[in-house]
């Protein structure tokens, strides 16, 4: 019996755990699984709605792209309210209202119509002077919620300058989201 107890005494402290110990380990572990397993599920739920709002926002920058383009090749505003633009500008297409956009093909003169309402953008494309029903509407946004798209500068009865704004509704915040840009008919002199 002496010699165990010399031993033991040589190994001075025991190594190794508690039950106790053991248990709050354990206790600590499972309570930061739970946290690490909510925050990997709140991402995943969240991430639809991230991935449309992504695409809302890159859609409604095409968008914006796509009009100030065209008003940048604007001769004149016809018509210029909160919610609606007609324009004469250069499209490069066979014939206004037909086709799709060719490099190859001569800028010609089209009139080209764009009407939002509180929900949604629309584009018609005809031939300058004809009728505002002439031509297709395309729908080329949806998911806005104010109409109030265009605003004018010098002022709307003889613009050189439109502002255009779109507002995305914000599903879980108390903000819209604003994606705006603005250009100046810069062939707007040439009819003079």
Known sequence: MTRLRRRL??????????????????????????AVGSMVLSTTRSQPEISERAQNVSTARWVLERLTREIRNGVAVDEATASTVSLRTYLRRASCGGGTASSASPAIECQVTYACTTTACTRREAAPGAPAEEGAETTIFSGIDDSNVFSYAPSAEEPTYVEITLHIPNPSGPADLTVSDGASLRNATLEH
């Open 9 to 34: 005494a040589a190994n001075g402290s025991e190594a190794g755990l508690t039950l106790v110990e053991l248990l709050v380990a354990s206790a600590m572990g499972v309570v930061l699984l739970g």
